[in-house]
């Protein structure tokens, strides 16, 4: 996945959640970025599950506490 600009602000070689929260931190900080949250109606998934809880859980507060304790970057 390439690098990718957010109204200036340049996001990190990213995928998965980690992207995910990364797209929102930064368009939150931006006051030229505008979005809106879109409620959807959810069904029951097949398939296999791929998400650990916990693992990604820890994965996520991680990069969180990173991104906070690194200057935004």
Same mark, same amino acid.
């Given at each position: 996945?390439p690098?990718?600009d957010?109204?200036?602000? +340049? ?14 931190? +930064?368009?939150?900080?931006?006051? =030229?970025? =505008?979005?809106a +949250? ?6 029951? =998934? ?5 998400l650990?809880?916990w =693992?990604?859980? $820890?994965?996520?507060?991680f ?5 906070? $304790?690194?200057g935004?970057?």
């Open positions: 996945m690098d990718c957010l109204g200036g602000h +340049e996001l990190g070689h990213r995928d998965g959640m980690a992207f995910s929260e990364e797209i929102k931190i +930064e368009a939150l900080k931006s006051s =030229r970025v =505008r979005f +949250e879109i409620s959807i109606m959810y069904s029951s =998934r097949l398939g296999e599950i791929k650990n809880p =693992r990604d859980g $820890f994965y996520n507060l990069f969180l506490v990173k991104k906070r $304790f690194s935004g970057r």
